[in-house]
């Protein structure tokens, strides 16, 4: 099947600084997401890319759609407690050959450690 | 919120019961999903719905049964597990099953088999 490899698997980092994870697989892709989950809930969706080279933000929050389409990235700016949580790739999934994607297939996902 | 609410939050069971998830989306949309989230490993999608139509993922276990009565509620049916079904069972909805359609999750069900 697809899958999803990303890293780091998780960041101790302290409040104020930058933040970059990154998500590849041996596929390509045709869109990429990003999703954040925080404890006790299900995943919320940051960003979504569609195009290959695309740099797309959301206040803090920058994503790339890397140009081969088997890679993409985050970037956090300034991280604040807030931004503590699992943060996730995603793209398109086939449960099987043939027709439109049906699903998502995930990443591992990164969790983002804030220290006081 | 997500607009996909999902029932109950938390559910424990024993090996030899039965019982059902219940998701219900308002936002219109025509596409249902269950995933599984276990603990290190990735979400697993386990069966989609679009416009009430399941497609077939035949790596389940029969053991979980969909139901999709209608656009807006999905129900998975739970009979005799096993211990590793233990998980987080997530439920998301699309417009439709078209890649650039964005997926809305609820919060999910923290299920337990003892």
């Known amino acids: 099947g697809q899958q999803l490899n990303q890293s780091p698997q998780s960041m101790f980092i302290q409040e104020g600084e930058d933040v970059s994870m990154n998500c590849t697989s041996s596929?390509?892709?045709?869109?990429w997401l990003w999703y954040k989950q925080d404890p006790g809930e299900g995943p919320v969706l940051l960003i979504a890319l569609y195009k290959a080279g695309e740099l797309t933000s959301n206040g803090r929050l920058t994503a790339q759609f890397g140009i081969t389409r088997k890679d993409s990235f985050l970037n956090i700016s300034a991280s604040i407690p807030s931004d503590v949580g699992i943060y996730f790739c995603a793209g398109p999934f086939k449960l099987y050959s043939g027709g439109g994607a049906d699903g998502l297939t995930f990443g591992k996902g990164t969790h983002l450690i804030i220290q006081p | 919120e997500t607009g996909v609410t999902q029932t109950p939050r938390h559910l424990v069971m024993g090996m030899t019961n039965k019982k059902s998830l219940k998701c219900e989306q308002h936002l219109g949309h025509n596409a249902m999903y269950w995933y599984k989230q276990s603990a290190k490993k990735p979400l697993e999608l386990m069966f989609v719905y679009n416009f009430k139509e399941q497609t077939e993922n035949n790596s389940v276990p029969s053991r979980f049964s969909p139901e999709c009565p209608n656009s807006s509620h999905l129900f998975l049916h739970l009979h005799t597990l096993q211990p590793e079904d233990s998980a987080l069972y997530l439920c998301?909805?699309?417009?439709?099953?078209?890649?650039?359609?964005?997926?809305?999750f609820g919060a999910g069900t923290r299920l337990s088999v003892l």
């Open positions: 596929s390509i892709f045709n869109t």
């Open positions: 998301a909805s699309s417009q439709d099953i078209l890649a650039k359609n964005i997926q809305y």
